[in-house]
């Protein structure tokens, strides 16, 4: 019979943590968004749709917000209203790195609701200006076109804004983000002036959809 002896080694426990470089971590956060954080940042861009929609309203002698017709100029400065005053409650109460963040995130809404439409509008212009192009179908592929040149332009231009020598986690588009330029579309076929948004009328989400993009400003940390 053979004696065994084991050795006395003690176990020590694996303390080692992964902590990946600053360019593969996720955006960090300061804290989870509370409730309060949500109302303010709604109540904000609710507040700043309104407004803005109060005066179209008074300048086209219109009554019924439903039966407004909006240019170009109404929709920037829809988009740019309910973002500023979703941002500007949201703020209220948070710290200085928190609302540097939410800043951040404004600017990349209001580009998001901003650049694709700058982009389509004038893709059209040139289509209207062309004999071959001047048609409903050259139209759609112009807008799909502008509409994915603009969202991924977005965020490459407020990555540079904010980010110009590459050290933090880029802000990536994500599928909220594209569904939220469904505005951009919606916006580019009452421009175009297409039977399918006569119809439907779906300018009437217009507000809706800003007032949205404000929100998701306002309450991001």
Not at 2 to 22: A, D, G
Not at 59 to 72: A, G, R, V
Not at 80 to 95: D, R
Not at 137 to 158: C, D, E, H, Q, W
Request: one cysteine or more; hydrophobic letters at 40%.
């Amino acid at each position: 019979m053979f004696n065994t002896t084991i050795s006395n080694i003690p176990i020590v426990p694996n303390t080692l943590v992964y902590t990946p470089s600053k360019k593969l971590r996720s955006r960090s956060y300061e804290h989870e968004i509370t409730t309060g954080d949500k109302i303010r940042a709604a109540a904000g861009s609710i507040l700043g749709t309104a407004i803005p929609m109060a005066l179209i309203m008074k300048k086209q002698k219109i009554k019924n917000p439903l039966k407004l017709n909006y240019d170009l100029k109404d929709m920037i400065t829809l988009s740019a209203s309910s973002v500023t005053g979703g941002v500007a409650l949201g703020m209220i109460g948070e710290t200085k790195e928190t609302n540097k963040n939410k800043f951040k995130e404004g600017v990349f809404q209001f580009l998001n609701g901003s650049i694709p439409t700058w982009i389509v509008a004038g893709v059209l212009k040139l289509t209207e200006m062309s004999k071959k192009f001047n048609n409903v179908p050259s139209k759609i592929a112009s807008v799909i076109i502008a509409l994915t040149v603009g969202m991924f332009g977005t965020a490459t231009v407020s990555n540079l804004i904010f980010d110009p020598l590459d050290k933090k986690p880029d802000r990536k588009l994500t599928l909220k983000d594209c569904l939220a330029n469904i505005d951009d579309a919606i916006g580019v076929f009452v421009l175009a002036k297409f039977p399918l948004a006569d119809k439907l009328h779906l300018e009437r989400l217009l507000p809706a959809i800003y007032a949205y993009c404000g929100y998701r400003a306002g309450k991001s940390n």
